[in-house]
């Protein structure tokens, strides 16, 4: 397996769609004859946002867990996309909620919700040892809406969150096809997330919501990854990315199988 | 190159990439400062430490408040006022109630009755007598239990130790907020010594003196000056005693005179002209025992205007000469104040505390110390400061707290800050009455609940 099958964002895609057509067509040969191919793919990412609280910064530790359904099309030679629609869990350290009445901080385990997400994948070298392709991809975790319990007042009262969140990014890829069955490749990436919490209280008649505007803290990635050719009709891809951040590092793994028919 | 070699080498390199992030990694923590102000002289305790209660008439003979209809103009009043043969005394006009001298020979009863059957008017009643919930007893920061206890001698002579965190938890409330410099809390009550080493600097200024009809709210008791230092003495400041409302400021406003008696009158002009006058807060350390719609009002008057009222629940409870318990006037006024009973250093609710419906929290009373006038005590021997018990003490713990809400969220409508403060409440007595009761209503305050983002774990 030749080819690094990636995906894209609506947004990146609609921008390939406009700008770059000429190109198309003349990218890398195509690694394999299926136009159409099914996988599934497994991320786990943990990455720190912020908000700006009272003209302060703040941040929070938010991991996700990501599992969907993907299914990739070849559109035409070195020109793939893809969609993913699958379920995604995110959970957030230390995450504030001044505004509320009674002022609460979320540290309460995976949130579930819908996973949506679309890639693009086009080649811009191809035929050597060393291929390179240009890849956008756009997330969408729209939360489901989690009930908790605040601990230790006098009377009984509640808070329901609800995340949801998008992550946009878009880089070059560059892979060595020197060996046969491995492909080890290397990118750089902007890397985006960005999104909301809304939190609402209430406990009797003292209500009271407030939104969280995240941001990531972190915009640009370095990943390395390998595809596996486990067989001429399953593919697997390990990744691990590096976000630098002030202050820190955050990361992400994926792992990927993909099925041709 | 094997594959199995190439997997490997995969597998080596994500291990360095995960192994990058572990080093990176950065580890916040977080130091507390606390910092106890040290006791200077020797504290001694004064009334045996008994609640003081004022014995007396229940209202101001020869006196009645009337509230007129509001489409009666000035004139119609006043002829009206002139039928009955009363003179004019005060008008609170915000409230349209006038104070008036009724003539000899009427009782105050015949005159009420009389007047009620008039219908321009609205209401008419006695004007009713408050007192001091409480009075200070002996005269700093590891002495003052009620904000942190650690078990410690709590330093009233023949008081035992304390119950570790039989406290409001002030200490952990302060690591989220000290107050703010623009939030003013009315201490409607005696006065307050000017002068004093731990207010001088948190006065806002002269306040007002109902009692004599002037500006200047000197302290000729020394009730206003102790609850005012429990509320909001200056703190962190290597001198006596801390407030709750470390950053807060006071507004004195007199209403008791020197022997602790306040007219209802005068409560309820010294309200409006607080809420008028910049308070957020009003502590009400005094109570009486009859309804009056005339106080009723001003405090409704405050809550429309924003204002937080706190109140004393009273101390007439059982092993009390009068056996009165139900909760006084004004916290007995539910929708419009915070009704705050007094609990001890063990976190138990003390037999003398007014009980019933009224009741909204509790807060330490007993052995609480506090700031006592400096012109009142011997310098050479004591230091401004006393032990006092009563409601009169609980009330300014609670009145601190709703400064500290005040200035941490302004968007708070009064509603929401009297609800945090209730809800947030430790159930102190939960093994005996579960849930809110009449005796601490739902608990003992507490700040860090109230003011420190609660944790919500899976």
Same mark, same amino acid.
Request: glycine letters at 10%.
């Given at each position: 397996?030749?080819?690094?099958?990636?995906?894209?964002?609506?947004?990146?895609?609609?921008?390939?769609?406009?700008?770059?057509?000429?190109?198309?067509?003349?990218?890398?040969?195509?690694?394999?004859?299926?136009?159409?191919?099914?996988?599934?793919?497994?991320?786990?990412?943990?990455?720190?946002?912020?908000?700006?609280?009272?003209?302060?910064?703040?941040?929070?530790?938010?991991?996700?867990?990501?599992?969907?359904?993907?299914?990739?099309?070849?559109?035409?030679?070195?020109?793939?996309?893809?969609?993913?629609?699958?379920?995604?869990?995110?959970?957030?350290?230390?995450?504030?909620?001044?505004?509320?009445?009674?002022?609460?901080?979320?540290?309460?385990?995976?949130?579930?919700?819908?996973?949506?997400?679309?890639?693009?994948?086009?080649?811009?070298?191809?035929?050597?040892?060393?291929?390179?392709?240009?890849?956008?991809?756009?997330?969408?975790?729209?939360?489901?809406?989690?009930?908790?319990?605040?601990?230790?007042?006098?009377?009984?009262?509640?808070?329901?969150?609800?995340?949801?969140?998008?992550?946009?990014?878009?880089?070059?890829?560059?892979?060595?096809?020197?060996?046969?069955?491995?492909?080890?490749?290397?990118?750089?990436?902007?890397?985006?997330?960005?999104?909301?919490?809304?939190?609402?209280?209430?406990?009797?008649?003292?209500?009271?919501?407030?939104?969280?505007?995240?941001?990531?803290?972190?915009?640009?990635?370095?990943?390395?990854?390998?595809?596996?050719?486990?067989?001429?009709?399953?593919?697997?891809?390990?990744?691990?990315?590096?976000?630098?951040?002030?202050?820190?590092?955050?990361?992400?793994?994926?792992?990927?199988?993909?099925?041709?028919? | 190159?094997?594959?199995?070699?190439?997997?490997?080498?995969?597998?080596?390199?994500?291990?360095?990439?995960?192994?990058?992030?572990?080093?990176?990694?950065?580890?916040?923590?977080?130091?507390?400062?606390?910092?106890?102000?040290?006791?200077?002289?020797?504290?001694?305790?004064?009334?045996?430490?008994?609640?003081?209660?004022?014995?007396?008439?229940?209202?101001?003979?020869?006196?009645?408040?009337?509230?007129?209809?509001?489409?009666?103009?000035?004139?119609?009043?006043?002829?009206?006022?002139?039928?009955?043969?009363?003179?004019?005394?005060?008008?609170?006009?915000?409230?349209?109630?006038?104070?008036?001298?009724?003539?000899?020979?009427?009782?105050?009863?015949?005159?009420?009755?009389?007047?009620?059957?008039?219908?321009?008017?609205?209401?008419?009643?006695?004007?009713?007598?408050?007192?001091?919930?409480?009075?200070?007893?002996?005269?700093?920061?590891?002495?003052?239990?009620?904000?942190?206890?650690?078990?410690?001698?709590?330093?009233?002579?023949?008081?035992?130790?304390?119950?570790?965190?039989?406290?409001?938890?002030?200490?952990?409330?302060?690591?989220?907020?000290?107050?703010?410099?623009?939030?003013?809390?009315?201490?409607?009550?005696?006065?307050?010594?000017?002068?004093?080493?731990?207010?001088?600097?948190?006065?806002?200024?002269?306040?007002?003196?109902?009692?004599?009809?002037?500006?200047?709210?000197?302290?000729?008791?020394?009730?206003?000056?102790?609850?005012?230092?429990?509320?909001?003495?200056?703190?962190?400041?290597?001198?006596?005693?801390?407030?709750?409302?470390?950053?807060?400021?006071?507004?004195?406003?007199?209403?008791?005179?020197?022997?602790?008696?306040?007219?209802?009158?005068?409560?309820?002009?010294?309200?409006?002209?607080?809420?008028?006058?910049?308070?957020?807060?009003?502590?009400?350390?005094?109570?009486?025992?009859?309804?009056?719609?005339? +106080?009723?009002?001003? =405090?409704? *008057? %405050?809550?429309?205007? $924003?204002?937080?009222?706190? !109140?004393?629940?009273?101390?007439?409870? /059982?092993?009390?000469?009068?056996?009165?318990?139900?909760?006084?006037?004004?916290?007995?006024?539910?929708?419009?104040?915070?009704?705050?009973?007094?609990?001890?250093?063990?976190?138990?609710?003390?037999?003398?505390?007014?009980?019933?419906?009224?009741?909204?929290?509790?807060?330490?009373?007993?052995?609480?110390?506090?700031?006592?006038?400096?012109?009142?005590?011997? +310098?050479?021997?004591? =230091?401004? *400061? %006393?032990?006092?018990? $009563?409601?009169?003490?609980? !009330?300014?713990?609670?009145?601190?707290? /709703?400064?500290?809400?005040?200035?941490?969220?302004?968007?708070?409508?009064?509603?929401?800050?009297?609800?945090?403060?209730?809800?947030?409440?430790?159930?102190?007595?939960?093994?005996?009455?579960?849930?809110?009761?009449?005796?601490?209503?739902?608990?003992?305050?507490?700040?860090?609940?109230?003011?420190?983002?609660?944790?919500?774990?899976?």
């Amino acid at each position: 397996m030749k080819s690094r099958p990636m995906c894209c964002g609506t947004l990146v895609f609609v921008l390939f769609l406009g700008f770059t057509p000429a190109a198309f067509g003349q990218a890398r040969p195509p690694s394999d004859t299926s136009s159409f191919r099914p996988g599934l793919e497994l991320e786990y990412g943990s990455r720190t946002v912020g908000w700006t609280e009272d003209g302060q910064e703040a941040t929070s530790k938010m991991t996700s867990f990501l599992a969907s359904l993907v299914l990739e099309f070849k559109i035409q030679p070195g020109f793939l996309l893809a969609a993913r629609v699958g379920y995604s869990s995110t959970s957030f350290e230390n995450l504030v909620f001044r505004s509320l009445p009674l002022s609460i901080e979320l540290e309460a385990g995976g949130i579930g919700g819908l996973l949506l997400g679309a890639e693009v994948e086009k080649a811009l070298v191809a035929g050597g040892t060393f291929s390179l392709d240009v890849v956008g991809q756009f997330l969408a975790s729209l939360g489901l809406a989690k009930k908790w319990d605040i601990p230790g007042l006098a009377v009984e009262g509640s808070v329901q969150g609800k995340p949801t969140w998008m992550k946009a990014s878009l880089g070059p890829v560059l892979a060595y096809r020197g060996w046969e069955g491995v492909t080890p490749f290397l990118y750089p990436r902007l890397d985006y997330i960005w999104g909301k919490f809304k939190l609402e209280e209430t406990i009797q008649e003292l209500k009271g919501s407030e939104e969280r505007d995240i941001k990531a803290k972190a915009i640009f990635g370095l990943g390395l990854g390998a595809d596996l050719e486990l067989s001429t009709r399953l593919l697997l891809r390990g990744e691990a990315a590096l976000y630098p951040r002030e202050g820190g590092t955050d990361y992400s793994f994926t792992v990927r199988t993909l099925f041709a028919f | 190159m094997g594959i199995l070699k190439r997997i490997a080498a995969m597998f080596l390199i994500l291990g360095v990439f995960a192994s990058a992030y572990g080093l990176q990694r950065v580890h916040e923590e977080r130091t507390r400062k606390r910092e106890t102000p040290r006791v200077r002289q020797e504290i001694r305790r004064l009334n045996g430490g008994l609640s003081l209660r004022a014995e007396g008439p229940r209202f101001v003979p020869g006196q009645v408040l009337i509230r007129f209809k509001p489409s009666l103009g000035t004139q119609l009043i006043e002829g009206t006022l002139a039928l009955y043969g009363t003179e004019t005394i005060k008008r609170i006009p915000q409230l349209n109630v006038y104070q008036v001298k009724i003539p000899a020979g009427i009782s105050v009863e015949e005159m009420t009755y009389a007047l009620s059957q008039n219908p321009d008017v609205d209401y008419a009643g006695p004007n009713y007598i408050a007192r001091i919930a409480a009075t200070p007893n002996d005269r700093l920061f590891r002495y003052q239990y009620a904000l942190h206890n650690t078990g410690q001698d709590i330093g009233a002579p023949g008081s035992p130790n304390g119950k570790d965190r039989a406290d409001i938890r002030a200490t952990a409330g302060w690591e989220e907020t000290k107050g703010e410099a623009t939030t003013i809390i009315a201490i409607v009550d005696s006065g307050i010594d000017f002068g004093h080493p731990d207010l001088k600097n948190k006065i806002v200024s002269g306040g007002r003196d109902f009692v004599n009809d002037d500006w200047d709210a000197t302290d000729d008791l020394d009730h206003g000056t102790f609850v005012a230092g429990i509320a909001a003495a200056e703190t962190n400041n290597n001198e006596g005693m801390a407030g709750v409302a470390w950053n807060c400021k006071i507004l004195p406003v007199k209403v008791l005179d020197a022997y602790g008696i306040a007219e209802y009158i005068n409560i309820a002009a010294a309200i409006i002209w607080a809420a008028d006058n910049g308070a957020q807060v009003i502590n009400l350390s005094l109570g009486g025992d009859a309804a009056a719609d005339a +106080l009723r009002d001003a =405090l409704r *008057y %405050a809550y429309e205007k $924003g204002v937080v009222v706190v !109140a004393a629940a009273g101390n007439y409870g /059982a092993g009390t000469g009068t056996y009165n318990p139900a909760v006084q006037y004004p916290a007995a006024y539910d929708a419009y104040c915070l009704a705050v009973a007094a609990t001890d250093y063990n976190d138990t609710q003390t037999t003398w505390s007014c009980f019933g419906p009224e009741v909204d929290v509790a807060a330490p009373g007993d052995s609480v110390l506090g700031t006592y006038p400096t012109y009142m005590t011997d +310098l050479t021997k004591y =230091l401004p *400061y %006393a032990f006092g018990d $009563g409601t009169s003490a609980s !009330a300014p713990h609670v009145a601190g707290l /709703a400064a500290l809400l005040k200035g941490l969220k302004p968007w708070l409508s009064v509603d929401d800050i009297m609800n945090i403060i209730r809800f947030s409440a430790d159930d102190v007595n939960s093994g005996e009455y579960p849930g809110r009761d009449n005796y601490i209503g739902y608990g003992r305050i507490n700040m860090e609940k109230a003011l420190v983002p609660i944790k919500i774990t899976r």
